[in-house]
């Protein structure tokens, strides 16, 4: 059974900075993608970078290209957000995910690519 668990959300004011921690356990994390989404309240869960399972790609949705910066350790079993320049529309719960498939040179942007999610963080971007 995967657990994953988040941690570093958080209050910070606008133009701030926060790195979000998932630590991974329960089978070969350095085999699989990961992901991290998130989902502010009254609206769905949207995709916000993803990372291979070798760090080969990243891929990071256009809100926060430039701003955000999805990386890995495989050492310590973890995936790291670090958020940038945060704005008032980043609040929201953050959740990683690990990629449904190992090996995956192309990491799902969708939550159906994910196969196990952790309990989320919250992020509040105060203006």
């Known amino acids: 059974q995967v657990q994953l668990v988040e941690s570093g959300g958080g209050l910070v004011q606008a133009g701030g900075s926060l790195r979000l921690s998932c630590a991974a356990s329960?089978?070969?994390?350095?085999?699989?993608?990961m992901g991290w989404f998130r989902q502010a309240p009254g609206k769905e869960r949207e995709f916000v970078a993803t990372i291979t399972w070798n760090s080969g790609r990243t891929y990071y949705a256009d809100s926060v290209k430039g701003r955000f910066t999805i990386s890995r350790d495989h050492a310590k079993n973890a995936v790291y957000l670090q958020m940038n320049s945060l704005k008032p529309e980043d609040t929201a719960v953050y959740y990683c995910?690990?990629?449904?498939?190992?090996?995956?040179?192309?990491?799902?942007?969708?939550?159906?690519?994910?196969?196990?999610w952790g309990q989320g963080t919250q992020v509040t971007v105060s203006s």
């Open positions: 329960g089978r070969t994390f350095s085999t699989y993608g």
């Open positions: 995910a690990e990629d449904a498939s190992p090996f995956s040179s192309l990491p799902g942007r969708t939550s159906r690519d994910y196969g196990y």
